[in-house]
């Protein structure tokens, strides 16, 4: 195999969940088309690129996940001609491609599902991270859909998440203590949602009876609890986003952003009315 046939994933977990799932598939693309892949964990956000630990010499193009880098050493990286592809992450004012899931729609979905079919009406929202792009436009979305159905949400009903379960179940709990009224929770993330389900159980409060409670993303941990999701193929952004990064490799011009449609997954943790 050519040593310049290499590709570098750049994350900054890669046994987080998400990201697990993304690099996975495009390793398997990156097998299919006889690409050596180098998955890169970077801790901090380097400012500049020789910062990163990359084998320039061998490096056909790279895989970034999320933010893991900041857009002026993404804007600079494509100036200079190295092939990127970005999952989950935009940078505004270039033509990096990106693939991610159809946040608009799955918000959509979700709001639809707790106010239509199971007649909610004060929603609790667990923000993602507020420099991602996944947590901006997720809660972009929650906004959006709380006006169309006339909502009128306290800005205390917005609980820092930031795609942490940990915290997610702190800020939920730390709500519980005040007895607001509240029928459901959405969560940006679905692990966030079921470490906020928890804490809700812990105070006492009956799933689905008082509250219902879903999230946006789905895996066994979800099926198990039998939490109400929706969500893209994560395994299948990892594919397509290493589809588009090897056509770069290979001379194509690829540009914009590809957006994987969503499904909702009805469990128990909802009833419809």
């Known amino acids: 195999m050519s040593a310049m046939r290499e ?9 987080e969940v998400f990201q697990r799932d993304v690099i996975a598939g495009a390793q398997e693309t990156a097998a299919q ?9 970077v801790s901090e956000p380097p400012r500049h690129a020789k910062d990163l630990p990359l084998n320039w010499e061998s490096l056909a193009g790279a895989l970034i996940i999320a933010n893991v880098l900041p857009n002026e050493l993404l804007h600079t990286l494509h100036e200079h001609g190295l092939p990127l592809s970005l999952i989950s992450h935009q940078v505004p004012g270039t033509a990096i491609p990106g693939v991610m899931p159809n946040n608009r729609q799955g918000i959509a979905m979700l709001m639809q599902h707790l106010v239509i079919a199971c007649g909610c009406a004060k929603p609790v929202f667990i923000q993602g991270h507020m420099q991602q792009n996944d947590g901006i436009q997720r809660e972009m979305a929650f906004r959006q859909e ?3 159905y006339n909502l009128n949400i306290p800005p205390d009903y917005y609980l820092p998440g930031e795609f942490i379960p940990a915290l997610a179940a702190e800020s939920m709990a730390h709500f519980l203590q005040t007895n607001r009224e509240f029928d459901c929770v959405l969560a940006s993330d679905y692990l966030m949602a079921e470490a906020a389900m928890r804490a809700i159980q812990a105070a006492g409060w009956r799933v689905p009876e008082d509250v219902a409670v879903v999230g946006f993303g789905d895996g066994p941990e979800a099926a198990q609890a039998g939490l109400t999701t929706v ?5 299948e952004l990892g594919r397509r986003g290493a589809r588009q990064l090897i056509g770069q490799i ?14 909702l997954a009805e469990r128990s943790t909802t009833r419809r009315k």
Not at 231 to 235: E, L, N, P, S, Y
């Open 7 to 15: 590709i570098n994933i750049i994350t900054n977990n890669p046994y």
């Open 33 to 41: 088309r006889e690409f050596r892949v180098n998955v890169i964990q």
């Open 146 to 148: 709380a006006m169309r």
């Open 231 to 235: 969500a893209a193929d994560v395994v």
């Open 250 to 263: 290979d001379g194509l011009r690829i540009r914009g952003l590809t957006l994987l449609s969503t499904e």
